[in-house]
């Protein structure tokens, strides 16, 4: 079955820095960059399939911001892969915003943890599987 989402952009305001934030925290689950034109965005995807994830500079040539009250989660195989994101993450110039942990008031098995990137963008990995070891 096709995705239901195509791609998701983010932007940014220092291509560099969330090279090496995107490379640890996304790669934590299981994203790689896709080769890419150094002009181009950076470009990540799970074993090429959607959605993709892209990190522009802005066209508009004004400053990248974020939403206030939104966020992309991203689907985490296992608990130990959503520790994984959230400490890439904060090795990587990321800013807490959930430790990893169970939120059971969204169901039994909902552990997430939830970051900003260096840009602000609000990010959340979700595993929804029992049975793994915290």
Known sequence: MMSVI?????GTNDKSRSKAFYDAALGAIGFKRVPKPAEKPLAYD???QMPTIYIYTPEDGRPATWGNGTHVAFTADTRQQ???????AMHNGGMDEGQPGLRRHYGPNY???YVRDPDGNKLQAVCYAS???V
């Open 6 to 10: 195509s791609h998701i952009t983010l």
């Open 46 to 48: 799970r074993d090429g």
């Open 82 to 88: 959503v520790d994984a994101f959230h400490a890439a």
């Open 111 to 113: 552990y997430a943890a």
């Open 131 to 133: 049975g793994d070891t």
